[in-house]
C-alpha cells in the first residue's frame, strides 16, 4: 500500500514551487490610486526594495492592496503571499499574521509552539518558513510584512468613507 501523505521533501518541493510561482507571477503587483497606506520596505543587504499600499476602510478593513518594487524571489513571494494573506481582514488580525509569521521566521515561536493558541493559522506563509535556517534571507522574507505595519502605523493620509 502506498501512503498519500507527503514526506518532508514532497513538502519542500511544493513550498518551492508555490514561491517561484509568486515571484514569478505575483499577485496583486501594481499601483493602488485610492490607497489610504502606504510604506515602502528596503533590504540594503539584498537589494530589495518594495513599495505597498493599502486600502484600509474606517472600519479598519484591508479592502484592498498592492505592492510594486524589486527584489529577490524571496521578497517578491513574500509580499505576494502577504497581500493574498492580508486583504480582507482587520488591521488587528493583520498585526496577528505578523507576530505570527515573523515569530516564527525569526525564531521567537518553535513550531513546535502551535501557532493557532494565537488563532493564527499560516497557511501558505508555511512555505516561506524555510528561509528561516538562512538569517540574511529572513530580512527578505519579513520585508513586506514590516512595511505594512510601518503604513498600518503610519498614515499616509486619514482613512474615510467619506
Ligand atoms: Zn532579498
Same mark, same amino acid.
Given at each position: 500500500?502506498?501512503?498519500?501523505?507527503?514526506?518532508?521533501?514532497?513538502?519542500?518541493?511544493?513550498?518551492?514551487?508555490?514561491?517561484?510561482?509568486?515571484?514569478?507571477?505575483?499577485?496583486?503587483?501594481?499601483?493602488?490610486?485610492? =490607497?489610504?497606506?502606504?510604506?515602502?520596505?528596503?533590504?540594503? @543587504?539584498?537589494? &530589495?526594495?518594495?513599495?505597498? +499600499? *493599502?486600502r484600509i476602510d474606517s472600519d479598519n478593513r484591508i479592502s484592498d492592496a498592492c505592492f510594486e518594487g524589486s527584489g529577490c524571489a524571496i521578497s517578491v513571494a513574500? =509580499?505576494?503571499?502577504?497581500?493574498?494573506?492580508?486583504?480582507? @481582514?482587520?488591521? &488587528?488580525?493583520?498585526?496577528? +499574521? *505578523?507576530?505570527?509569521?515573523?515569530?516564527?521566521?525569526?525564531?521567537?515561536?518553535?513550531?513546535?509552539?502551535?501557532?493557532?493558541?494565537?488563532?493564527?493559522?499560516?497557511?501558505?506563509?508555511?512555505?516561506?518558513?524555510?528561509?528561516?535556517?538562512?538569517?540574511?534571507?529572513?530580512?527578505?522574507?519579513?520585508?513586506?510584512?514590516?512595511?505594512?505595519?510601518?503604513?498600518?502605523?503610519?498614515?499616509?493620509?486619514?482613512?474615510?468613507?467619506?
Amino acid at each position: 500500500m502506498t501512503s498519500l501523505a507527503l514526506n518532508n521533501e514532497d513538502l519542500r518541493e511544493l513550498y518551492r514551487e508555490l514561491i517561484l510561482d509568486h515571484a514569478r507571477s505575483p499577485r496583486h503587483f501594481g499601483k493602488l490610486p485610492d =490607497a489610504t497606506h502606504s510604506a515602502e520596505g528596503i533590504n540594503p @543587504l539584498c537589494g &530589495d526594495k518594495l513599495r505597498m +499600499y *493599502f486600502r484600509i476602510d474606517s472600519d479598519n478593513r484591508i479592502s484592498d492592496a498592492c505592492f510594486e518594487g524589486s527584489g529577490c524571489a524571496i521578497s517578491v513571494a513574500s =509580499a505576494s503571499l502577504l497581500m493574498d494573506t492580508v486583504i480582507g @481582514l482587520n488591521t &488587528d488580525d493583520a498585526l496577528k +499574521y *505578523f507576530s505570527a509569521f515573523v515569530g516564527r521566521l525569526t525564531g521567537r515561536q518553535d513550531s513546535e509552539n502551535d501557532d493557532t493558541d494565537a488563532g493564527i493559522n499560516l497557511g501558505k506563509l508555511s512555505a516561506l518558513e524555510g528561509v528561516k535556517e538562512f538569517p540574511s534571507r529572513v530580512k527578505c522574507a519579513t520585508l513586506a510584512w514590516h512595511a505594512l505595519i510601518s503604513a498600518i502605523r503610519h498614515d499616509v493620509q486619514p482613512a474615510t468613507t467619506e
